[in-house]
């Protein structure tokens, strides 16, 4: 038993949700460990945007691997690792990634039910198998199902019975945790919560109230995904201009 996957399974508690803030690199992982993190979530988009590649499994799994290592190296946390749709064509290549991705020392990882640049999902029993073979590793899978991508916000209601249906083929394949991004739809995600057999990881966005809300709906994680890096991308750039233009940066340069 890996002592680190199961501290970062034991945090996933429905109504009283983890939070993480997902980072790119060592320096904002520290950051956030020291302002007081349970554990660490790499993003991503986040990360291969911080190394000049675009998100989609773009960025080589050896050099995302590498990242994972050096936030290992700041903090004793358990690291939740986003692989994106689990870097493998076939069920035993996704299952060669992950094992990697646990011998690094991620606790957990997040795998997608898209393959890159699809906007299609995989079909149903195809990616309970990649799950199955991620899972046998050991590792937390946080299982994400994409079904309200890119859907009108007034249909998302009607396709609760078709997300819990894949969080039942994913439970039984042994993922940990089911992610459902895309949708504010306080109503479905609380039935989401209700009927899901894993814990409902939900992503923050700015309709939302705050954790007390998403807590009396049941979720058990939170994540923020790309919004801190574009949030630091967007303060480096706003600070660059004011200083490059001759005027004065609002922090203690000493």
């Not at 050099?63 to 749709?85: I, K, N, W, Y």
């Not at 997300?163 to 609380?190: K, M």
């Not at 660059?240 to 922090?251: C, E, F, H, I, S």
Request: net charge negative; with cysteine; aromatic share 8%.
């Amino acid at each position: 038993m890996n002592a680190k996957v199961e501290a970062f399974r034991a945090l996933h508690v429905p109504g009283d949700p983890l939070v993480l803030f997902n980072i790119w690199d060592a320096g904002s992982a520290k950051a956030v460990a020291d302002a007081g993190a349970k554990a660490i979530a790499t993003g991503s988009y986040g990360v291969a945007e911080a190394q000049g590649f675009k998100d989609g499994e773009t960025f080589p799994l050896d050099r995302a691997l590498d990242v994972v290592a050096g936030v290992l190296r700041v903090t004793d946390l358990p690291v939740t690792f986003d692989m994106e749709s689990g870097y493998g064509d076939t069920p035993e290549a996704v299952g060669r990634s992950v094992a990697r991705a646990l011998e690094a020392g991620a606790a957990g990882i997040n795998m997608e039910d898209r393959m890159p640049s699809e906007t299609a999902l995989v079909p149903l029993a195809e990616q309970a198998a990649r799950l199955k073979a991620a899972a046998e590793t050991g590792i937390f899978v946080n299982a994400r199902c994409d079904l309200f991508r890119g859907q009108p916000p007034e249909s998302h209601g009607a396709l609760v019975s078709a997300v819990l249906e894949r969080a039942r083929a994913y439970a039984d394949a042994g993922a940990s945790g089911l992610f459902v991004p895309f949708t504010t739809d306080l109503s479905a995600l609380g039935a989401i919560c209700d009927g899901s057999p894993l814990p409902v990881n939900i992503i923050w966005n700015p309709a939302f109230r705050d954790r007390a809300q998403l807590a009396e709906l049941g979720a058990a994680r939170i994540s923020h995904g790309h919004r801190p890096w574009a949030a630091a991308m967007d303060w480096v750039g706003a600070m660059a201009k004011v200083v490059l233009t001759g005027g004065k940066p609002p922090y203690d340069a000493s």
